[in-house]
């Protein structure tokens, strides 16, 4: 192994693994890094402690003003897939240490929610034209819950009685039913 690389100990790349939930936290992926192998015991694992400011002199963002026990402590560490860990350590990666910390704190209060039972309910896209006509209860766009609605969406709805052309809404908790 090389000298003066400030790597991280095995305890700490647990304590980056755990407070990423053992999940990549590369915005969108969020992909499990941890799990059984293919033989009733043992587990595999595709998870990285990545450095947000590299190891050694010359690496990806490397900070000169850190001190060795900061460029190995957990706080330099941030949790990856094999994939994402390549990505962001590539020569031509773009990425920027300010970015990566951003991009760490979103996901630890997504796993932070998580394990709080708040899970932040999935954000569904909605796009193209939604057209209801009849009679009754006509809604063109019954939207529930947490939505992106995509420029050009067009929600018509015709006809005789209840016309609603979109409805945006949670579902009801019980008690309130
Ligand atoms: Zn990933």
């Excluded at 490397?62 to 590539?90: F, K, V």
């Excluded at 773009?94 to 630890?108: F, N, P, T, V, Y």
């Excluded at 009754?136 to 819950?145: C, H, K, P, R, S």
Aim: aromatic residues 4%; proline residues 7%.
């Amino acid at each position: 192994m090389e000298r003066n690389r400030d790597d991280f100990a095995q305890k700490v790349k647990t304590e980056i693994a755990k407070r990423a939930g053992y999940m990549c936290s590369w915005p969108g992926c969020g992909k499990l890094t941890e799990g059984p192998s293919s033989k009733p015991t043992g587990a595999v694992s595709i998870g990285v402690a990545s450095h947000i400011c590299a190891a050694s002199p010359g690496g990806p963002r490397y900070d000169p003003g850190q001190t060795p026990g900061e460029r190995a402590s957990a706080d330099n560490g941030m949790w990856l897939c094999q994939d994402h860990a390549h990505l962001i350590d590539a020569p031509a990666s773009a990425h920027s240490a300010d970015q990566m910390r951003q991009w760490k704190r979103q996901h630890e209060v997504r796993v932070r929610m998580d394990l709080a039972g708040q899970r932040p309910k999935e954000v569904v896209e909605v796009a193209g034209e939604h057209i209801a006509t009849g009679k009754g209860n006509v809604t063109g766009l019954d939207i529930q819950g947490p939505a992106i609605i995509k420029p050009g969406t067009r929600s018509v709805a015709e006809g005789e009685g209840n016309i609603t052309a979109t409805r945006i809404g949670y579902p009801r908790r019980k008690a309130e039913q």
